[in-house]
């Protein structure tokens, strides 16, 4: 792993080695159902781990295919965000 992605740099960094793209992870959406405030897991799957600096600190990232149509084409969560449920296959084990 490269220098930039040392995890003592990168806010969420401690979690990049956690995922792979193609692993299907869920995340909690906030909004209102029926006047009331709560949270709602959604699924969906890694196309893309990167870093972006914000605001002078790195913050690690991961873009997302959502399972749910309705959370649109693709989303990007912080990776501290983020949750593992199923690791994808490895190229050339399927």
Same mark, same amino acid.
């Given at each position: 792993?490269?220098?930039?992605?040392?995890?003592?740099?990168?806010?969420?960094?401690?979690?990049?080695?956690?995922?792979?793209?193609?692993?299907?992870?869920? #995340?909690?959406? #906030?909004?209102?159902?029926?006047?009331?405030?709560?949270?709602?897991?959604?699924?969906?799957?890694?196309?893309?781990?990167?870093?972006?600096?914000?605001?002078?600190?790195?913050?690690?990232?991961?873009?997302?295919?959502?399972?749910?149509?309705?959370?649109?084409?693709?989303?990007?969560?912080?990776?501290?965000?983020?949750?593992?449920?199923?690791?994808?296959?490895?190229?050339?084990?399927?």
């Amino acid at each position: 792993m490269s220098e930039l992605y040392k995890s003592e740099y990168i806010y969420g960094g401690n979690k990049i080695d956690t995922f792979s793209i193609g692993d299907l992870v869920h #995340w909690s959406r #906030w909004g209102q159902i029926e006047g009331k405030v709560a949270s709602t897991k959604r699924m969906g799957v890694i196309l893309e781990i990167f870093v972006e600096n914000k605001s002078g600190r790195d913050v690690a990232y991961a873009r997302i295919l959502p399972i749910e149509k309705d959370e649109g084409e693709e989303v990007k969560k912080l990776l501290t965000t983020v949750y593992l449920v199923s690791k994808g296959e490895e190229k050339g084990n399927a």
